[in-house]
C-alpha cells in the first residue's frame, strides 16, 4: 500500500523453502483462518459499536422522556392542589351565600316590622293632624269670645290667637311627617320585595334570583372541578404506570449497552490477540504507524526536558485551566506551547500515510488534546456549538470511554472501536489505535490513530 505499511510476513513464513509441501499449505491455511478470524471480530466490533451506539441514543431520549415525564407529573400534582383549592372556595362561596340568603330574609322580615311602624307612625301624625285642626278651631272660637270681651277679652284673645297659630304648624308639620311617611313606606315596601321571597308561591325577589345565578354558577365552577380533578386523578396514575415503565426500559437498556459492550470488548481483544501473534491484518499497518508517532514524541518530549526548554512538571501538568466562553469547553495547561511546536510534524505526517486516517493525536492521561491536526485546530464560532464541535478540537478534553483508554493505556497497542462525536447529532464509525507515549520512562500519554473501516 505505501512504505510503513508495507505487511511484515510471519517468521514462520520464512523457513518456506525448507518446510514440507504439506506443512506450508497448512501453515497458509491457519493464516488464512486467523486473518478471517480477525476480520470476523473487526465486523463483530462494527456492529456492536453501531448497536451500542443507538442503544446510547435510545437511552438518552428515554431518560429525557423519563424526567420530562416526572416534571410532568409535578405540574398535574400543581394542577390537582389548585382544583383542591377551587374546590375548597367554592364550598366556601356557596355557604356564603346560603348565610346571605338566610341574613337578607331576616332583613327582609325586620322590613315588615319597619313599615308597620311607620304605618303606626302615620296614623299618629293623622290623630295629630286632626287634634290641631280641632284646637285651632277652639282657639278661633276663643278668639271671637275674647273680641266681644272687649277690652276684659284682650289678654285671652292674644293667647287664644297663638293657640290656634300653634295649631296650624302642628297640622303642617303632621302632614309633612304623614307624607314623608308615606314616601318612606313604599320604598321599604318595594325594597322588602326586593329580598323577600315567597318558596310556596314561587315568587322570587331581585335580589334572591341575583344570588340563585350566583349559587348557580359556582356549583358549576365547583362540579368542573370536582370533574377536572377526576381525570387528572386517573392521568396522574397512567402517568406513574408509563413513568415506572420507561424507568424499566432504561435499566434494560443500560443492560443491554453493558452486554454490548462485552462484545466490543471481545472483539477488541480478538484482533489484538492476532496482531500480537505476529499475524499481518487489516488493522496492522496503523498499528505501526500509531507504535512510531508515539516513539517520536516521546523522544521529542524527552529532548525538550534534556535541553530544559520544558521542567518536567510543567510537562505532566494536569491544572487545566478552562478558556472563557468556549463550548464546548476549552481548556489550558502549561505545555501547550510546546505541544503546538513539536506534535504537528508528527501527527500531520501519520495523515499522510493512508486516506483512512482521520485524525492522528497525541492525548495525555486525562484524555487532554493540547494540540489537535490542523484541520481541526479553527477557532471557535461564538454561539456555534455543532460547528465547534466538529471543526474546533484541540484544547479540550475527551474523557470518554476511548478517550480515557488511549490516553492511560500502558501495553504496546489498544484497539477500540467507537462513534466519534461531530456535532449535531452526527457520528462516524471508527477503530482507533493507541500506544504509548513514555517520556524518561514516565508514562505522558498516547498517540491516538483513528482510521475508518
Same mark, same amino acid.
Given at each position: 500500500?505505501?512504505?510503513?505499511?508495507?505487511?511484515? @510476513?510471519? *517468521?514462520? %513464513?520464512?523457513?518456506?523453502?525448507?518446510?514440507?509441501? #504439506? /506443512?506450508?499449505?497448512? $501453515?497458509?491455511? !491457519?493464516?488464512?483462518?486467523?486473518?478471517?478470524?480477525?476480520?470476523?471480530?473487526?465486523?463483530?466490533?462494527?456492529?456492536?459499536?453501531?448497536?451500542?451506539?443507538?442503544?446510547?441514543?435510545?437511552?438518552?431520549?428515554?431518560? @429525557?422522556? *423519563?424526567? %420530562?415525564?416526572?416534571?410532568?407529573?409535578?405540574?398535574? #400534582? /400543581?394542577?390537582?392542589? $389548585?382544583?383542591? !383549592?377551587?374546590?375548597?372556595?367554592?364550598?366556601?362561596?356557596?355557604?356564603?351565600?346560603?348565610?346571605?340568603?338566610?341574613?337578607?330574609?331576616?332583613?327582609?322580615?325586620?322590613?315588615?316590622?319597619?313599615?308597620?311602624?311607620? @304605618?303606626? *307612625?302615620?296614623?299618629?301624625?293623622?290623630?295629630?293632624?286632626?287634634?290641631?285642626?280641632?284646637?285651632?278651631?277652639?282657639?278661633?272660637?276663643?278668639?271671637?269670645?275674647?273680641?266681644?270681651?272687649?277690652?276684659?277679652?284682650?289678654?285671652?284673645?292674644?293667647?287664644?290667637?297663638?293657640?290656634?297659630?300653634?295649631?296650624?304648624?302642628?297640622?303642617?308639620?303632621?302632614?309633612?311627617?304623614?307624607?314623608?311617611?308615606?314616601?318612606?313606606?313604599?320604598?321599604?315596601?318595594?325594597?322588602?320585595?326586593?329580598?323577600?321571597?315567597?318558596?310556596?308561591?314561587?315568587?322570587?325577589?331581585?335580589f334572591h334570583v341575583a344570588l340563585a345565578e350566583v349559587e348557580e354558577g359556582v356549583s358549576r365552577i365547583n362540579a368542573a372541578a370536582d370533574e377536572s380533578r377526576s381525570i387528572c386523578s386517573g392521568l396522574a396514575g397512567q402517568m406513574r404506570e408509563l413513568e415506572r415503565e420507561m424507568q424499566q426500559t432504561t435499566r434494560a437498556l443500560d443492560t443491554a449497552m453493558s452486554r454490548s459492550e462485552s462484545f466490543l470488548r471481545v472483539s477488541e481483544h480478538l484482533i489484538e490477540q492476532v496482531a500480537t501473534c505476529g499475524i499481518e491484518t487489516q488493522d496492522t499497518p496503523f498499528i505501526r504507524a500509531a507504535q512510531d508517532a508515539a516513539g517520536q514524541i516521546s523522544k521529542l518530549l524527552e529532548d525538550s526536558l534534556r535541553t530544559g526548554t520544558i521542567a518536567e512538571?510543567?510537562?505532566?501538568?494536569?491544572?487545566?485551566?478552562?478558556?472563557?466562553?468556549?463550548?464546548?469547553?476549552?481548556?489550558?495547561?502549561?505545555?501547550?506551547?510546546?505541544?503546538?511546536?513539536?506534535?504537528?510534524?508528527?501527527?500531520?505526517?501519520?495523515?499522510?500515510?493512508?486516506?483512512?486516517?482521520?485524525?492522528?493525536?497525541?492525548?495525555?492521561?486525562?484524555?487532554?488534546?493540547?494540540?489537535?491536526?490542523?484541520?481541526?485546530?479553527?477557532?471557535?464560532?461564538?454561539?456555534?456549538?455543532?460547528?465547534?464541535?466538529?471543526?474546533?478540537?484541540?484544547?479540550?478534553?475527551?474523557?470518554?470511554?476511548?478517550?480515557?483508554?488511549?490516553?492511560?493505556?500502558?501495553?504496546?497497542?489498544?484497539?477500540?472501536?467507537?462513534?466519534?462525536?461531530?456535532?449535531?447529532?452526527?457520528?462516524?464509525?471508527?477503530?482507533?489505535?493507541?500506544?504509548?507515549?513514555?517520556?524518561?520512562?514516565?508514562?505522558?500519554?498516547?498517540?491516538?490513530?483513528?482510521?475508518?473501516?
Amino acid at each position: 500500500m505505501f512504505s510503513l505499511f508495507k505487511a511484515n @510476513r510471519p *517468521v514462520a %513464513a520464512d523457513h518456506a523453502a525448507v518446510e514440507p509441501q #504439506g /506443512g506450508r499449505l497448512g $501453515s497458509d491455511l !491457519a493464516m488464512e483462518a486467523v486473518r478471517s478470524i480477525a476480520k470476523q471480530a473487526s465486523d463483530l466490533g462494527r456492529d456492536a459499536c453501531e448497536v451500542r451506539g443507538l442503544m446510547e441514543d435510545t437511552n438518552k431520549v428515554s431518560v @429525557r422522556q *423519563v424526567q %420530562a415525564m416526572a416534571e410532568l407529573s409535578v405540574q398535574v #400534582g /400543581g394542577v390537582q392542589k $389548585s382544583q383542591d !383549592a377551587i374546590a375548597g372556595t367554592t364550598a366556601q362561596s356557596l355557604a356564603s351565600v346560603a348565610r346571605a340568603r338566610k341574613v337578607v330574609q331576616g332583613v327582609g322580615k325586620e322590613f315588615v316590622g319597619v313599615v308597620d311602624t311607620l @304605618r303606626h *307612625v302615620s296614623e299618629a301624625a293623622s290623630q295629630i293632624t286632626q287634634i290641631a285642626l280641632q284646637t285651632r278651631l277652639v282657639a278661633f272660637n276663643a278668639s271671637v269670645e275674647a273680641k266681644r270681651a272687649g277690652e276684659a277679652g284682650r289678654g285671652f284673645g292674644v293667647v287664644a290667637d297663638a293657640v290656634k297659630d300653634l295649631s296650624a304648624k302642628v297640622e303642617a308639620s303632621s302632614k309633612q311627617i304623614m307624607s314623608t311617611v308615606g314616601d318612606l313606606d313604599q320604598r321599604i315596601e318595594a325594597l322588602a320585595s326586593e329580598i323577600q321571597s315567597d318558596a310556596g308561591r314561587g315568587k322570587l325577589g331581585t335580589f334572591h334570583v341575583a344570588l340563585a345565578e350566583v349559587e348557580e354558577g359556582v356549583s358549576r365552577i365547583n362540579a368542573a372541578a370536582d370533574e377536572s380533578r377526576s381525570i387528572c386523578s386517573g392521568l396522574a396514575g397512567q402517568m406513574r404506570e408509563l413513568e415506572r415503565e420507561m424507568q424499566q426500559t432504561t435499566r434494560a437498556l443500560d443492560t443491554a449497552m453493558s452486554r454490548s459492550e462485552s462484545f466490543l470488548r471481545v472483539s477488541e481483544h480478538l484482533i489484538e490477540q492476532v496482531a500480537t501473534c505476529g499475524i499481518e491484518t487489516q488493522d496492522t499497518p496503523f498499528i505501526r504507524a500509531a507504535q512510531d508517532a508515539a516513539g517520536q514524541i516521546s523522544k521529542l518530549l524527552e529532548d525538550s526536558l534534556r535541553t530544559g526548554t520544558i521542567a518536567e512538571a510543567a510537562l505532566f501538568d494536569e491544572h487545566y485551566v478552562p478558556v472563557p466562553g468556549t463550548s464546548p469547553q476549552q481548556h489550558t495547561t502549561r505545555f501547550i506551547d510546546l505541544a503546538d511546536r513539536l506534535f504537528p510534524q508528527v501527527q500531520e505526517k501519520v495523515l499522510t500515510l493512508s486516506p483512512k486516517i482521520v485524525f492522528c493525536i497525541a492525548a495525555d492521561r486525562n484524555g487532554y488534546i493540547a494540540t489537535h491536526n490542523k484541520k481541526y485546530c479553527h477557532p471557535q464560532r461564538a454561539g456555534d456549538t455543532a460547528w465547534n464541535t466538529a471543526n474546533s478540537r484541540w484544547r479540550r478534553i475527551f474523557n470518554d470511554r476511548t478517550g480515557l483508554a488511549s490516553g492511560r493505556n500502558t501495553r504496546a497497542f489498544l484497539l477500540q472501536t467507537y462513534r466519534r462525536d461531530m456535532g449535531g447529532g452526527n457520528f462516524v464509525l471508527l477503530k482507533e489505535v493507541a500506544a504509548p507515549i513514555t517520556v524518561n520512562g514516565r508514562h505522558w500519554g498516547g498517540v491516538r490513530l483513528a482510521f475508518g473501516f
